[in-house]
């Protein structure tokens, strides 16, 4: 992309600011409620959650960089033409990196996991999507996640918190789970569930952390006394029953009477809110990926050639799925066919068919109804951004669920990475570009495809696009962190999938109010494998 083509748009976003407001707010309204950390030094330390008392955290931290904050108003010619340096455009990049080393025995057995690495960089103000990562200490394996929040921050948020300690209780020996309810029982401190991977800046619903436990205590409660759990739920068992667990709990705390304002505040705001997840437990010789929406998850291969291939592990909810679309029909009735789903999207307003929260598609007209009114005298509303909305032909809720599904691979020494990442990345780069990127990022070999017969025969202009796109493939990565080399990547790429520091420069210049019409917030989780231990050994 060339520079006059990257300063137009900013030109463009400044006369949409100025010339047509109304219609701007209203499409941001819209997007809003429709679209939807490497530290090169890490250390562990405690961190401290809103489940303290039952977790063990390991929080990675960076050495702080300030990012300059530009509140300015685009208004001249010198302004529109303003380019970030590359000083700026790295730390802008590269505040919310993440590195960890997992290591290669953890007294339990070798890990299948030997790093990961993460970044976000947000679109929306404040950042609606979020990530998770942490060690099951009370089963085998590793949890990693993806969250995009729509509607607001607040679902994905409670989300990151929430889920990974209800797929690890599931899967934890019925042993275990009894020894967790003596200790609350006696007052006793409670053996740790979880090793948290957190970045310094993760934050924590502190106000809502008694409601959060005695919930999961529920939850693991029932999981006791189900006949079939003597050793544990499967992975994918435990999966399943995690995610629709915690969206019952997110409606039911909507409902029910809570201690405090702030806490309700907080309840209604995560279920009137949603979120999409796609979520991987990388086991000891097997990945199970739970999906609900259009986060993503791929598998990284490399061929014995040493190419790199791409193998999807989960299916994206949306109108492009057509299995999808035609699930939801067929829980509908043959009246509401051409209503249910309609310019791409669940009843003409959200993108994704499956999701967290998102009463608004899930609860009646009458609870509905029944819930904001009796708030209305209690909470502030408008703070909440609630009002009296009813989707149209919203004829036989629900309309939406958020059922994962569950994809099961069992590892080969051939598989090096898996890449998690909401929609904001796939958006930019497809499964084989995102693949190829970071082999060639972990190999430092890019590998180029012989000049076929045909393409000798180019003319001198085809010729020319031809060498640039080979020239790109082989320009060296400016970042360390494969996370942040993948969102250099997607927000920058030029014409020829070269790396144009115009463009990037112009995507990361944006206001705020604005960004969001160019590209949206993306979060990248890159999970290296151990794949010596998927090599058959002989004695």
């Given amino acids: ?19 047509s407001a109304p219609a701007s707010s209203q499409c941001l309204q819209l997007a809003e409620f429709s679209s939807k950390h490497t530290t090169r030094h890490s250390q562990r330390c405690h961190f401290s959650s809103w489940i303290n008392e039952i977790d063990q955290t390991s929080c990675t931290r960076e050495k702080s960089q300030s990012t300059p904050q530009r509140s300015r108003s685009f208004s001249t010619r010198q302004d529109l033409d303003f380019q970030l340096s590359q000083v700026q ?14 290591p290669e025995f953890d007294g339990r057995g070798l890990s299948s996991v030997r790093k990961f690495e993460s970044n976000q960089v947000a679109a929306n103000t404040p950042n609606e999507d979020r990530r998770s990562a942490a060690t099951c200490l009370q089963s085998k394996g590793m949890l990693f996640g993806v969250f995009d ?13 929430r889920l990974l300690y209800y797929i690890a209780v599931a899967m934890m020996p019925k042993q275990n789970l009894e020894e967790l309810e003596r200790c609350m029982e006696q007052g006793r401190a409670v053996p740790p569930i979880l090793q948290w991977y957190k970045h310094h800046s993760d934050y924590n619903y502190r106000e809502s952390a008694s409601l959060y436990i005695e919930h999961l205590r529920v939850f693991w409660q029932e999981v006791l006394d189900s006949e079939e759990h003597s050793e544990g739920l499967s992975p994918p068992d435990a999966l399943d029953r995690a995610f629709k667990r915690l969206d019952a709990d997110i409606s039911l705390e909507a409902q029910v009477p809570l201690l405090n304002s702030l806490m309700k505040s907080t309840a209604i705001q995560v279920a009137f809110a949603g979120c999409t997840a796609c979520v991987a437990h990388v086991g000891p ?13 791929v598998l990284g291969v490399q061929e014995e050639d040493g190419s790199w291939s791409a193998q999807p592990l989960s299916w994206d909810h949306n109108s492009q799925n057509f299995s999808e679309v035609e699930r939801i ?30 009463v608004r598609f899930k609860w009646s007209l009458e609870l509905q109804q029944s819930i904001i009114s009796s708030l209305e005298s209690t909470v502030d509303l408008d703070s909440l951004n609630l009002y009296n909305y009813v989707p149209p032909n919203y004829l036989s809720p629900p309309y939406l669920d958020v059922a994962p599904e569950i994809t099961y691979h069992k590892l080969r020494p051939q598989d090096r990475f898996l890449i998690l990442a909401t929609d ?17 990022h972990l190999s430092g070999i890019h590998l180029q495809a012989p000049v076929t017969q045909m393409e000798r025969q180019l003319k001198l202009g085809k010729l020319h696009e031809l060498l640039l ?3 790109a493939r082989a320009s060296p990565a400016l970042d360390t962190n494969v996370a942040t080399h993948l969102i250099r990547q997607a927000l920058g790429k030029g014409d020829y999938g070269e790396l144009c520091q115009e463009k990037l420069a112009s995507m990361l210049s944006l206001p705020e109010d604005l960004a969001r019409m160019y590209r949206d917030d993306i979060t990248v ?11 058959p050994h002989h004695s």
């Fill in 89 to 102: 455009i790295n730390s802008l990049l590269r505040s919310n990196e993440q590195s960890v080393s997992v």
């Fill in 469 to 471: 796109k080979r020239r």
């Fill in 329 to 358: 029909k067929a829980q509908h009735p043959q009246s509401e066919r051409d209503t249910v789903v309609t310019d791409d999207r669940l009843l003409g307003i959200l993108m994704p068919l499956r999701a967290f929260g998102d």
């Fill in 1 to 19: 992309m060339s520079g006059r083509v990257c300063a137009s748009i900013l030109q463009r976003a400044y006369c949409s600011r100025i010339s």
């Fill in 424 to 440: 904001g990345l796939w958006d930019e780069l497809s499964n084989e570009e995102a693949v190829r990127l970071v082999g060639e």
């Fill in 525 to 535: 989780t890159v999970v290296y494998l151990n794949s010596d231990l998927a090599r």
């Fill in 285 to 297: 010789d097997s990945i199970h990926v739970a999906n609900s929406g259009d986060c993503r998850a």
């Fill in 149 to 161: 929040g729509h509607g607001g921050w607040a679902c994905a948020q409670a989300v990151s918190e």
